[in-house]
């Protein structure tokens, strides 16, 4: 599994990872949705199943389901502020398309 953050998307996840004792790990993924297929998910995970596949980068512990996966594997994420928004910002190598508002994408 190949998936990389930026310093501020790490230093993001500490963040939220310091605030909840309950949190193993952080979780990433997709699910269905949108009018173009998938959207990302990024939460807290209070466990870590089987199937999950993780990384270590620098205190942030980052699984992702064996269903997600193949279709986030290679990805960089970000964190950004631009004015009164922040997001996670994603860099997919996967994505053949996404959806204008941005809020979903598809995979070949």
């Known amino acids: 599994m190949s998936i990389s953050l930026?310093?501020?998307?790490?230093?993001?996840?500490?963040?939220?990872?310091?605030?909840?004792?309950?949190?193993?790990?952080?979780?990433?993924g997709v699910k269905r949705?949108?009018?173009?297929?998938?959207?990302?998910?990024?939460?807290?995970?209070?466990s870590i199943r089987d199937d999950d596949h993780w990384i270590e980068d620098a205190g942030v512990r980052l699984v992702v389901d064996a269903k997600s996966l193949p279709l986030v594997d290679g990805t960089a994420i970000d964190f950004q502020k631009k004015g009164l928004n922040a997001e996670f910002v994603f860099h997919n190598p996967n994505t053949t398309g996404e959806c204008g508002c941005g809020e979903s994408f598809t995979v070949g």
């Open 6 to 28: 930026t310093p501020a998307a790490r230093q993001r996840m500490l963040d939220f990872l310091a605030r909840d004792s309950n949190a193993k790990a952080v979780r990433f």
């Open 33 to 46: 949705t949108g009018c173009s297929g998938y959207s990302y998910v990024v939460d807290l995970a209070d």
